[in-house]
């Protein structure tokens, strides 16, 4: 097991700074064609006039100290910035991530037992629609619906404004909208991927002998089952965690939500190369550590894969 992390981990490395390396010879590139439409400041050329070596050596040094340059835009420490945001989409991409998690494994699990049922039917055809449905038309159609027509929720934003306080009420309420939104469309996809996996998994040998030893179903189903069916889920969620500092770009455009996913947004159209080094850069990180942890877990589940 210890050879197979360490193998992961070298690898992981070489991966994460070809990533680096390559946002390094986008983003000048960007900057120049930009240039011709909106020059730069000084202020902004001192940053990337420098050999990309040079630039990439530089940032690296102090992006490992916390240094992490500082906004063509507002002058402001990229650091502070991410810091700033990051709590925001931290509380609504984990929402969402845990209303997936609880609501994928039952669904699925139920559908893949009861197949060609009432309900099993009735769930794809809901889980086929949110998949083909764009995020961006989902939310704008919640708030239509609950927004402005029922006046039940909040249309955008944290917290209802001049409130004082922290209003926990207040603020699930203004969740409720990004968080349907993500959720529904994430969810089709992760109900799938653990119905196809556990209609292969129950018609196993290894469940039938469980049955013969008088093994009750809900013992079978989850503690063979499910166990042996989750490692496509694996993949998903463990995909999914970037996300909890990432951030949603569309969905936080939309309700008006200050998380990184907005900040990306609002960095790329004013041209702010820092920040979107930054961002780019903790969100390659992530990355590259979910698929570490995806692979640290499929050895967890399936001890053969250590050994291919």
Do not use: C
Not at 29 to 39: C, F, N
Not at 227 to 235: E, F, H, R
């Amino acid at each position: 097991m210890g050879t197979y992390i360490a193998r992961r981990l070298l690898q992981a490395a070489g991966l994460l700074s070809a990533m680096v390396v390559f946002g390094f010879h986008v983003f000048p590139i960007y900057y120049t064609a930009v240039q011709a439409v909106r020059p730069l400041s000084e202020y902004a050329r001192g940053q990337i006039d420098q050999p990309i070596p040079l630039q990439y050596a530089t940032w690296l040094g102090k992006f490992l100290t916390g240094d992490w340059g500082y906004s063509l835009v507002s002058h402001r420490p990229v650091l502070g910035l991410v810091a700033e945001r990051l709590p925001n989409t931290i509380l609504l991409m984990g929402t969402v991530f845990v209303v997936v998690v609880l609501l994928t494994i039952p669904i699925g699990a139920l559908t893949a037992v009861r197949q060609y049922s009432l309900f099993d039917h009735v769930t794809t055809g809901a889980t086929f629609a949110f998949l083909s449905t764009p995020t961006f038309w989902l939310g704008l159609l919640l708030i239509i619906v609950f927004g402005l027509e029922l006046r039940w929720l909040p249309l955008g934003g944290m917290r209802t404004p001049g409130g004082s306080g922290v209003d926990l009420v207040d603020s699930a309420r203004h969740l409720v909208l990004p968080v349907a939104t993500i959720a529904l469309v994430q969810l089709g996809s992760r109900v799938r991927y653990l119905r196809a996996s556990m209609l292969e998994t129950i018609n196993q040998d290894y469940m039938r002998t469980a049955r013969a030893k008088g093994l009750g179903e809900p013992a079978i189903v989850i503690g063979h089952a499910l166990k042996n069916a989750s490692i496509p889920l694996v993949t998903i969620l463990a995909l999914d965690l970037p996300e909890l500092f990432a951030g949603a770009l569309v969905t936080e455009q939309i309700f008006g939500w200050p998380g990184m996913g907005r900040l990306f947004w609002d960095s790329a159209t004013r041209f702010d190369y820092p920040v979107l080094m930054g961002i780019l850069a903790v969100t390659s990180t992530l990355i590259v550590l979910a698929n570490l942890f995806a692979d640290v877990v499929y050895a967890y589940l399936d001890p053969r894969i250590r050994y291919s």
